[in-house]
């Protein structure tokens, strides 16, 4: 019984080589996306080629369904694909396991919930979001905050990764700011890190002083670490600068060192 993991492990494998036998986003339609997206333009040759790999798996794996009138076409299900597998380049596809659906409207959509006051009355609110992720269920975007160069909260925002960052986060459960940290990794020195940074920004706020970061990250812990994810892959000296113990954590969980990345106008993507 010890090696059944093991087993099913070597089989999964297996059968995603065959899949990508026959499933590999074509190159050129590859090149074109990642030349769109700078993040994407500064992984170096290797790593966008595992990246393309994990992309393709994804597409095979989970459905890209636009919604609200809106026609999704190839280039668009490769620019989501490969941006949400930036977050687990170095990790594994099985981080997103457990759902099936990605879900584009053209523009913000609107959602109701249900909110209890301090009386004990229940209130419906209404919304309008670029993006939403449920715990086991899909993600949900507009695809006009999350096109390439939108950055609808100014530099460094990327919806995609913000959700896809939420995802991440629901895998203990409600999303809270605390994913499964991996082995070596130390949940007191996470822990202390991301609070201390998070109170610091959320004083701030508060005092309404001009913060380096999206001031809305200090909504909760749960957007603190969606945003803060975003920083980390697209503005990775910004958020070393502004909470480097922060960026630490992220760089041991994430298992990426985007600091070290420079884009390459003149590199070329080998298929």
Same mark, same amino acid.
């Given at each position: @019984?010890?090696?059944?993991?093991?087993?099913?492990?070597?089989?999964?494998?297996?059968?995603?080589?065959?899949?990508?036998?026959?499933?590999?986003?074509?190159?050129?339609?590859?090149?074109?996306?990642? /030349?769109?997206?700078?993040?994407? /333009?500064?992984?170096?040759?290797?790593?966008?080629?595992? %990246?393309?790999?994990? /992309?393709?798996?994804?597409?095979?794996?989970?459905?890209?369904?636009?919604?609200?009138?809106?026609?999704?076409?190839?280039? @668009?299900?490769? %620019?989501?694909?490969?941006?949400?597998?930036?977050?687990?380049? !170095?990790?594994?596809?099985?981080?997103?396991?457990?759902?099936?659906?990605?879900?584009?409207?053209?523009?913000?959509?609107?959602?109701?919930?249900? !909110?209890?006051?301090?009386?004990?009355?229940?209130? !419906?609110?209404?919304? /309008?979001?670029?993006?939403?992720?449920?715990?086991?269920?899909?993600?949900?975007?507009?695809?006009?905050?999350?096109? +390439?160069?939108?950055?609808?909260?100014?530099?460094?925002?990327?919806?995609?990764?913000?959700?896809?960052?939420?995802? %991440?986060? @629901?895998?203990?459960?409600?999303?809270?700011? @605390?994913?499964?940290?991996?082995?070596?990794?130390?949940?007191?020195?996470?822990?202390?890190?991301?609070?201390?940074?998070?109170?610091?920004?959320?004083?701030?706020?508060?005092?309404?002083?001009?913060?380096?970061?999206? +001031?809305?990250?200090? !909504?909760?812990?749960?957007?603190?670490?969606?945003?803060?994810?975003?920083?980390?892959?697209?503005?990775?000296?910004?958020?070393?600068?502004?909470?480097?113990?922060?960026?630490?954590?992220?760089?041991?969980?994430?298992? *990426?060192?985007?600091? *070290?990345?420079?884009?390459?106008?003149?590199r070329e993507?080998?298929p």
């Amino acid at each position: @019984m010890s090696r059944a993991p093991g087993v099913l492990t070597r089989l999964r494998r297996w059968w995603r080589s065959r899949i990508l036998l026959h499933r590999r986003i074509p190159a050129r339609l590859w090149a074109a996306c990642v /030349a769109e997206v700078p993040v994407l /333009a500064a992984l170096d040759r290797d790593a966008q080629h595992r %990246l393309r790999l994990l /992309a393709s798996l994804f597409l095979h794996e989970k459905t890209v369904n636009g919604a609200g009138g809106l026609e999704v076409d190839a280039r @668009m299900r490769v %620019l989501i694909a490969a941006q949400a597998c930036l977050l687990i380049l !170095e990790l594994d596809l099985d981080w997103f396991d457990g759902w099936s659906e990605v879900i584009v409207y053209p523009d913000t959509f609107v959602v109701t919930h249900e !909110e209890m006051d301090a009386a004990g009355v229940v209130h !419906e609110k209404r919304r /309008a979001l670029g993006g939403e992720a449920w715990g086991r269920g899909p993600v949900i975007l507009s695809w006009d905050d999350a096109r +390439p160069d939108a950055s609808p909260h100014g530099a460094g925002s990327n919806v995609i990764l913000h959700e896809f960052a939420h995802k %991440l986060d @629901m895998l203990n459960g409600a999303a809270n700011g @605390m994913p499964p940290l991996h082995p070596g990794m130390v949940r007191e020195d996470w822990t202390r890190a991301l609070s201390q940074a998070y109170r610091d920004l959320y004083d701030k706020v508060e005092r309404h002083h001009h913060t380096a970061i999206d +001031p809305y990250a200090a !909504e909760n812990p749960a957007e603190f670490f969606a945003v803060l994810s975003e920083l980390f892959f697209e503005l990775p000296q910004r958020l070393h600068h502004t909470y480097p113990d922060v960026y630490r954590q992220l760089q041991l969980f994430y298992r *990426q060192d985007p600091l *070290q990345r420079q884009p390459d106008p003149h590199r070329e993507y080998a298929p």
